[in-house]
């Protein structure tokens, strides 16, 4: 599972967009800051509002991210036809994608659509607007690695702690981005799927990691919700071990028990 990279998300900036969404929306239901509008009715909306208002919960008690103090709308489409009809109109080019995170001048916008993977893409889309909420200023790596970690909900990732075997395998060969490497991408087309299975990889050691990293996360995360950070994270790591990613990849061979 860890290996297998789920899909490609967007997050599309579209800062001079303000049209609003136009569609038939059959139903509406909120819990501060989320809102739901669907094209359909949807069966559980109080568990997915429940749900996202726990992700904010754990990414602020984990991470220190503060609290949306703006709405995010959650668009629900029927089925992927509904969807992409609706992408091809208002976002031509991304219609081939699960879901969208959309930042436009308005309110963050989440879209997605019925199925057996709406739960995992509306918490990794919304994990990109509460984190979008708290900072402007997160790397691209660190950005998809949190909302690939947050996607899964507490009890799948604790049942995902049996994570593939390969990795610490898949860590050491030659193609394994290093965090040098993710540093360095800032176009979202130019990360592929290695990076993606790196950035998750990160992300997790950041957050379930050794207690010095877990903390150089928060402090990050913090100076990057008032200004600019001004070392980055490998920086920050490199300070506890000079060699990161041979410390990494040692947690990853034998994790510390929690
Ligand atoms: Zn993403």
Same mark, same amino acid.
């Given at each position: ?198 950035? %998750? =990889?990160?992300?997790?050691? &950041?957050?379930?990691?050794?207690? /010095? $990293?877990?903390?150089?996360? @928060? *402090? +990050? ?9 001004? %070392? =980055?994270?490998?920086?920050? &790591?490199?300070?506890?071990?000079? /060699? $990161?990613?041979?410390?990494? @990849? *040692? +947690? ?7």
């Amino acid at each position: 599972m860890w290996l297998a990279a789920r899909y490609f998300c967007y997050a599309l900036l579209l800062l001079g967009w303000a049209s609003r969404v136009q569609a038939v929306w059959v139903e509406e239901h909120s819990r501060f800051p989320f809102v739901i509008r669907a094209d359909y009715r949807v069966e559980n909306p109080s568990t997915i509002l429940a749900e996202l208002s726990e992700l904010q919960t754990e990414l602020t008690d984990k991470l220190g991210v503060q609290a949306a103090t703006e709405w995010i709308e959650l668009y629900l489409f029927r089925d992927q036809r509904s969807f992409q009809d609706y992408v091809s109109r208002q976002f031509p080019g991304f219609e081939s994608r699960r879901a969208l995170f959309i930042q436009g001048r308005g309110p963050a916008m989440v879209l997605a659509y019925r199925g057996e993977n709406l739960g995992t893409d509306l918490r990794h889309e919304t994990t990109h607007a509460l984190l979008r909420a708290h900072t402007a200023r997160l790397p691209l790596w660190l950005d998809e690695g949190l909302a690939e970690y947050f996607e899964l909900s507490p009890e799948q990732r604790e049942a995902d702690k049996q994570h593939d075997p390969k990795l610490p395998a898949a860590m050491r060969k030659p193609e394994w981005p290093s965090l040098t490497k993710l540093e360095r991408e800032t176009d979202v087309k130019q990360f592929d799927q290695r990076d993606y299975v790196a950035a %998750r =990889t990160w992300a997790r050691y &950041l957050i379930d990691g050794p207690s /010095d $990293v877990q903390i150089q996360l @928060r *402090a +990050y995360l913090a100076e990057a919700a008032d200004r600019e950070p001004e %070392r =980055t994270l490998r920086d920050r &790591l490199s300070e506890l071990e000079p /060699d $990161v990613e041979r410390t990494m @990849r *040692a +947690y990853w061979q034998n994790p510390a028990p929690e």
